[in-house]
């Protein structure tokens, strides 16, 4: 079974850019979280839909930030305008039980803002 | 309220000889408890879960964790260490809240393994 999908791996660009990060969760999960990871703050969840839905995008840092998943398939992260303090692994995962449901987790997007 | 404490953010042992990783939880309700690990620019992996069965909880890689309840804790346990267990390892606890999932991460043990 193919697992969360993310892309792009690596992304390198110039601040003041429009970034977009892409995730596809396992098939048949109905939640999916965005995370960013960095060395000076650890683990950061972003935001966290359910069903499609958004439920707590209390992380997100500020407007510069946006989530969407428009159907189950798919969801995009996206940083306009992008600042080099952005920098990070962003970390997409899926999970399909509320109650005791582990999280799988995509490889990572490894964003540069230069 | 629902927190993560992992006690040690750097351990160091030498390649056969065990390793034991701390955490511990607080949770207002029965939560599911994970570890998770994360090798140098990869995801993360997981490793074991406990979700209210055995208090034993047998993972991955010959690691295996213990719940007990009693002392809220979530220990991360493997006889023999091996120098490919060198990474970073997050302890997990999840649960819902107001009918939705709440995860929350440890910040994380570096495990060093010296040949």
């Known amino acids: 079974d193919a697992g969360v999908i993310q892309s792009p791996r690596h992304e390198v660009t110039e601040m003041g850019q429009e970034v977009t990060l892409r995730c596809k969760p396992i098939?048949?999960?109905?939640?999916l979280f965005w995370y960013r990871q960095t060395m000076m703050r650890g683990l950061e969840l972003l935001i966290y839909?359910?069903?499609?839905?958004?439920?707590?995008d209390s992380g997100m840092p500020e407007d510069r930030f946006s989530a969407k998943m428009p159907n189950a398939s798919f969801s995009t992260l996206k940083i306009q305008p992008s600042e080099p303090r952005d920098s990070a692994v962003y970390f997409c995962?899926?999970?399909?039980?509320?109650?005791?449901?582990?999280?799988?987790f995509g490889e990572g997007s490894r964003l540069t803002v230069l | 309220a629902q927190s993560v404490t992992q006690l040690d953010s750097h351990v160091s042992v030498s390649e056969g000889t065990p390793v034991l990783l701390r955490c511990n939880y607080s949770s207002s309700y029965s939560p599911s408890l994970f570890w998770y690990v994360q090798h140098p620019n990869k995801g993360l992996q997981l490793l074991l879960k406990?979700?209210?069965?055995?208090?034993l909880v047998k993972g991955i890689n010959g690691f295996e964790a213990e719940f007990k309840k009693s002392e809220t804790s979530f220990h991360l346990t493997k006889p023999s260490a091996h120098m490919s267990d060198a990474a970073e390892y997050f302890c997990v606890v999840s649960g819902l809240r107001r009918g939705y999932q709440k995860v929350t991460f440890g910040t994380g043990t570096k495990l060093q393994v010296i040949p």
């Open positions: 098939s048949g999960h109905n939640s």
């Open positions: 839909f359910n069903n499609n839905v958004p439920i707590d």
């Open positions: 406990y979700t209210s069965a055995a208090t």
């Open positions: 995962a899926s999970s399909w039980d509320r109650v005791t449901g582990e999280l799988f």
